[in-house]
């Protein structure tokens, strides 16, 4: 950006403004310095990625049903219907979003959404009583 806005600083009697508006010169020019600078520093070499090692700490859902309210929780999740329990645990175990949950099971995101609420709404009640 840096060297955009000496470009800028150097070069602004060149602005034509039947050419273009200034807000459009100014990208043109931020663009051109980015590309540039890439094509200056040539394609990155990619580094050895260190290899992948088993995580030592133990699953979150274990550590969870060994307490009470995990252990209702556990009872509560096996209640629910195969299909609705593996998205919540997808979801909120896993983390993966109603986007990537849908996209990874290939069901529309509204069905994700509403089994995912329906089941949330379950899991309350189980737990209330």
Avoid: N
């Avoid at 060149?14 to 540039?36: M, Q, V």
């Avoid at 995580?55 to 609705?84: K, Q, S, Y």
């Amino acid at each position: 950006m840096q060297d955009a806005f000496i470009q800028v600083w150097r070069q602004a009697g060149r602005f034509d403004p039947a050419r273009g508006s200034a807000a459009a010169w100014l990208i043109a020019l931020a663009r051109y310095r980015a590309l540039d600078l890439i094509r200056r520093h040539g394609r990155e070499i990619p580094v050895a990625e260190p290899p992948d090692r088993a995580d030592d700490a133990p699953d979150a859902l274990d550590v969870l049903t060994r307490t009470a309210e995990g252990a209702a929780l556990h009872r509560c999740l096996e209640g629910l219907e195969p299909e609705r329990r593996r998205l919540v645990v997808m979801a909120f175990v896993r983390g993966l979003s109603h986007g990537e949950l849908a996209a990874a099971l290939r069901i529309p995101l509204g069905t994700v959404k509403s089994s995912i609420r329906r089941s949330l709404q379950s899991l309350r009640a189980c737990l209330d009583r």
